[in-house]
């Protein structure tokens, strides 16, 4: 079955950085767009980052210049790479794959907490 598992989630001063990963297992990964999405408390999950079988990438606005998504398609693994951390970047980050039946995976997040 279709498994997402991230991690690198941590506690992290403003201004630092942090990567993510999320590690695909039970699709053909490589024709797969993947995605990073991220849901802070009291608020809708919002899509952060995106990047294509080909690896065309496109950002939220909020994200913009700061964070990069990437992927290594021999290790099934997405990035998000995160620099200059923000106090509102604070949440539980998730991939996400949408399959081309439609069915969507999501894996069990991962927690970025920035804070002084």
């Known amino acids: 079955q279709v498994q997402l598992v991230e991690s690198g989630g941590d506690l992290v001063q403003p201004g630092g950085s942090l990567k993510l990963s999320c590690a695909a297992s039970?699709?053909?990964?490589?024709?797969?767009?993947m995605n990073w999405y991220r849901q802070a408390p009291g608020k809708e999950r919002e899509k952060v980052a995106v990047?294509?079988?080909?690896?065309?990438?496109n950002y939220a606005d909020s994200v913009k210049g700061r964070f990069t998504i990437s992927r290594d398609n021999t290790k099934k693994t997405v990035y998000l790479q995160m620099n200059s951390l923000k106090p509102e970047d604070t949440a539980v980050y998730y991939c996400?794959?949408?399959?081309?039946?439609?069915?969507?995976?999501w894996g069990q997040g991962t927690q970025v907490t920035v804070s002084s």
């Open positions: 996400n794959v949408r399959m081309n039946s439609g069915t969507t995976y």
């Open positions: 039970g699709i053909i990964f490589s024709i797969y767009t």
């Open positions: 990047i294509s079988s080909v690896g065309s990438t």
